[in-house]
């Protein structure tokens, strides 16, 4: 099924992202966020083809809210979370760092992910307890000693509700440099793979976090939530928080820091 699905993704990559990336027609959903043929497009594609690979209906980011939530109560014994295009404003702009992601959930927990970017042809996947590849290779690319101040780390501070943590990110930040790239789902992979040492934010989608964070569990990592609670229970489903880090040890510093920053 993993076969298939990385197969899929990149077949509607091909056929339905990559002949509108630089010349695509934009409009804007009701809550502001842009929108383009190409997500749409694709989110069809899709939900054509994915009961040909595990036969349950389909969550994607361009449904309403109130659709997403009904599938979401009504499937837990199957159901796939789709984000089209993962870095919208980066694929209307010409920046090439944009994914489609793909999870099969059940249960409340991923248990197929794959997330790819047509551009650099990174395929990204895993299956639960099976580990994690990248094209292939296994998952982390390297491993590293870093101290925390060496460390680079994903953050996306607009997201951080507390704005007592945001501004010490900016003033008192104990990492070595930040990125923030606008991609959730290849900030998880830049984790798994060991580009990224340590992340955090303050909340992303079901579509954003479904194939990533198992991706970057299966490659060894540790998250936790800002609110700290188990990140696959059952609460704040549609928008969850993570604090994560691939070295035990710096996921733990890195912990401790944000708890008592927030």
Known sequence: MLDKLHVLVREVARAEVMPR?????????????LLTEADLAAQAAFAAKLPEIIDCPML???MTPRRQQ???QHNRDGLWVVDPIDGTNNFINGLPHFALSCAYIRNGRAQLGVVYNPVSDECFYSEHQKGAYLNGRPLPLRHVDKQL????????????????LS????TLAPFGSLRSMGSSTLDWCYLAAGRYDIYVHGGQKLWDYAAGALIFEEAGGSLATLEGDAFWSGEHVFKRSVIAGLQTDLFEKWLKWIRENQ
């Open 21 to 33: 990336f630089l010349d695509v027609s934009i409009s804007r959903k009701a809550d502001g966020s």
């Open 60 to 62: 994607g980011e361009e």
């Open 167 to 170: 501004s010490r990110m900016n």
């Open 70 to 72: 009904e599938l979401w």
């Open 149 to 164: 101040h060496e460390a680079i780390a994903g953050v996306e501070i607009k997201y951080l509700r507390s704005g007592k």
